[in-house]
Nanobody
Framework: VQLQASGGGLVQAGGSLRLSCAAS????????MAWFRQATGKEREFVAG????????NYRESVKARFTISRDNAKNTIYLQMNSLESEDTAVYYC????????????????WGRGTQVTVSS
């Protein structure tokens, strides 16, 4: 069971990035997936979740109008399109699986990938 996140980088405020998370080693058709982030010195927080079969989504309020989570079941991959990035979005972003898309605690998810760093310069 492996999750591989990619797509992070350095971007100016107002810019965009798209993160990807590829799942391998197991069929994830029964698992919802989510993105979390963790800024330096802060707790890991929920960003967005998506139902794997339903496609239903859930977002934290601060990103709802700017971020879009999506999935490609054929590729076992989820994405996070991030627009209008702000300095407060700077964090390591993690993808997770094994929970339910509307659950927001890290402990609700059993599988985690290595994070990808997103840095937004102001």
């Amino acid at each position: 069971v492996q999750l591989q996140a990619s797509g992070g980088g350095l971007v100016q405020a107002g810019g965009s990035l798209r993160l990807s998370c590829a799942a391998s080693g197991r069929t994830f058709s029964s698992y919802d997936m989510a993105w979390f982030r963790q800024a330096t010195g802060k707790e890991r927080e929920f960003v967005a979740g998506i139902g794997w079969s339903s496609g239903m989504t859930n977002y934290r309020e601060s990103v709802k109008a700017r971020f879009t989570i999506s999935r490609d079941n054929a590729k076992n991959t989820i994405y996070l399109q991030m627009n209008s990035l702000e300095s407060e979005d700077t964090a390591v972003y993690y993808c997770a699986a094994g929970g339910t898309y509307y659950l927001r605690r890290p402990n609700d998810y059993g599988y985690w990938g290595r994070g990808t760093q997103v840095t937004v310069s102001s």
